[in-house]
């Protein structure tokens, strides 16, 4: 597959997953309710057979439904006393579930919105309707039931044995939720999530540490050299484009490759599973146009209480310039993304965010740089001494690293830098792994 018909495929296949909309209202136009009620009168006997009798076309269907309208009341009650006996286990039950869930750090989160979703939310099949959160009601202690009858699903064991399914990402008590399905439905309540963002202040400079980051998860970082594997299908294809044609972004020309759908943009959610760890590694990138303008970024901003671990990519040629060819400065880019942080999180301008940075300065095998790798100590494969790099930053873009610095805290900032070849050489870029054991 060559890479214009690879990038044809993830934006086909990326814009299919918002494609699916469901509706927030039920059939009767009200809001669906995030937590069910904790008594349902409509599910009792009594309510079902009034429903009958007004529904009924012939005068002998309401005689029999009237007769047995004299043995509903005692059903029902015979019912909620049954269940009163169990309802009180049940919900306790589920509360411990959930709560070892937390304890966990099982993750649910929404891919395509990164809603921090902590409950599987469900909807139904037959009929498309989004459901409340499955748990232990009064009249439905062990077993939720859809309005339209045709789907059920248990209220115990959806945290720790077996999730309920479909997956919807629905709104939240306090977050409004995308209503698409939920692309990682398969994994989504079984493994534990760390999320990092991945910004850029240049297409070329990111979509080359990108490849090779990607690459890298793949083959495996840190001591044990943990492996992992694509969580989804638009993940296998994302790394096989970073392999084939991202990793040039330096020497090539990669900036149609950052939108390649309508709606859907590189990287998404750039999910890998570890196979020994059993845990989710999910890179998030920042689209370069959602750079431009701060309101723009606020509006396509991720969630940034869920994602706690940022990585910026600066581009060695535009080091503390101000009137570049780039829209803007490097220094004014993280200024922009600082503050649409600052407002996500509720935090007062001045004050240090709880997120952690890494900047990462890559240096391409290019003549105009040798200066730059001299200062940098000759750049080995294990990377520059990180005291250098702060320096170099320091002096040449003084701007930026007083930004970093009055906005993060001292020990939740890292700065990386190594040579960055032309090729897929990962022995070269094995000091991108010290910025993977950092995040992850």
């Not at 002096?395 to 970093?404: G, K, T």
Request: proline letters at 9%; aromatic letters at 10%.
């Amino acid at each position: 597959m060559t890479a214009d018909e690879l990038i044809r495929q993830i934006g086909h296949e990326g814009d299919a997953l918002f494609r699916p909309t469901l509706n927030r209202k039920d059939r009767a136009g009200n809001t669906v309710p995030f937590t069910p009620p904790a008594f349902n009168p409509e599910s009792m006997l009594t309510a079902r057979v009034l429903d009958a009798i007004a529904e009924a076309n012939s005068f002998g269907a309401c005689i029999g439904l009237a007769s047995l309208m004299l043995l509903a009341p005692f059903v029902d009650f015979a019912r909620l006393l049954l269940q009163g006996t169990y309802f009180p286990l049940a919900w306790l039950i589920w509360r411990a579930e959930r709560m070892l869930s937390r304890w966990q750090r099982r993750s649910f989160f929404c891919p395509l919105c990164t809603n921090s979703i902590e409950d599987p939310l469900v909807y139904c099949p037959h009929c498309l309707q989004i459901q409340p959160r499955i748990q232990p009601t009064w009249t439905a202690p062990l077993l939720w039931r859809c309005d339209c009858d045709k789907s059920t699903w248990p209220t115990l064991g959806q945290y720790l044995l077996k999730c309920p399914q479909p997956l919807v990402c629905r709104d939240l008590p306090h977050v409004t939720g995308c209503l698409h399905f939920h692309p990682l439905r398969d994994l989504a309540g079984k493994y534990p999530a760390t999320h990092a963002a991945l910004v850029g202040t240049s297409f070329r400079t990111k979509h080359a540490v990108m490849a090779h980051l990607f690459a890298h998860m793949a083959d495996g970082f840190g001591k044990k050299r943990n492996q992992s594997v694509p969580a989804s299908r638009i993940s296998v294809l994302e790394l096989q484009l970073a392999r084939t044609h991202l990793f040039a972004g330096f020497m090539n020309d990669t900036s149609e490759c950052e939108a390649p759908g309508e709606r859907y943009t590189l990287g998404l959610c750039f999910s890998m599973l570890a196979k020994h760890r059993k845990k989710l590694y999910a890179v998030h990138n920042v689209a370069q146009p959602w750079l431009v303008k701060t309101d723009v970024l606020n509006r396509k901003s991720l969630n940034w209480k869920l994602i706690r671990n940022l990585v910026v990519v600066l581009d060695p040629k535009l080091l503390g310039k101000i009137d570049s060819p780039q829209p803007v400065p490097q220094a004014e880019t993280v200024s922009r993304l600082i503050r649409v942080i600052e407002q996500y999180c509720d935090v007062q301008p001045g004050t240090e965010l709880p997120h952690r940075l890494a900047i990462v300065l890559p240096v391409p095998p290019r003549h105009f740089f040798a200066d730059l790798q001299k200062e940098l100590g000759g750049l080995p494969p294990t990377g520059a001494v990180e005291g250098q790099v702060q320096r170099v930053v320091r002096e040449r873009d003084p701007a930026l690293y007083a930004l970093v610095r009055s906005c993060f805290k001292p020990s939740h900032v890292r700065f990386f830098s190594g040579p960055l070849p032309d090729t897929l050489d990962l022995p070269r870029t094995a000091w991108l792994t010290n910025v993977l054991d950092w995040l992850y």
